[in-house]
């Protein structure tokens, strides 16, 4: 291993990526990382130079791959579904100061 790991931005500056690939050739299980601490990813900096081109190939591919997948699957009730998810509050929040200016003016 070498004296220094790389962190998340050395290694996207390296490959020529972005953060979000690296982390998901991580998740993939292509890039071998360190956690350090559960959250925090480091690099051993001689296997990601010795994947460099493996890397990048299997990234194009796999990002190729999300973009048809990703078109196709998001359905409207799928949309439906993630708008009430990250909206319950304000929903919730409404639904409750109608009740109330209908109780205060009846």
């Known amino acids: 291993m070498a004296d220094k790991l790389w962190n998340i931005d050395e290694v996207a500056a390296y490959l020529g990526i972005s953060h979000d690939d690296v982390?998901?050739?991580?998740?993939?299980?292509?890039?071998p990382a360190y956690r350090i601490?559960?959250?925090f990813l480091r690099f051993d900096p001689a296997l990601v130079e010795e994947r460099k081109d493996q890397l990048v190939k299997s990234l194009t591919r796999?990002?190729?791959?999300d973009d048809v997948e990703s078109e196709s699957k998001?359905?409207?009730?799928d949309k439906l579904k993630d708008f009430l998810?990250?909206?319950d509050f304000y929903?919730?929040?409404?639904?409750?100061?109608?009740?109330l200016l209908f109780l205060i003016f009846k």
Do not use: W
């Open 23 to 31: 982390k998901s050739l991580v998740e993939q299980g292509i890039l």
């Open 37 to 39: 601490a559960g959250s």
């Open 62 to 65: 796999s990002i190729k791959k």
């Open 74 to 77: 998001y359905t409207m009730p």
């Open 85 to 87: 998810y990250f909206n």
């Open 91 to 99: 929903l919730f929040s409404t639904l409750v100061i109608v009740i």
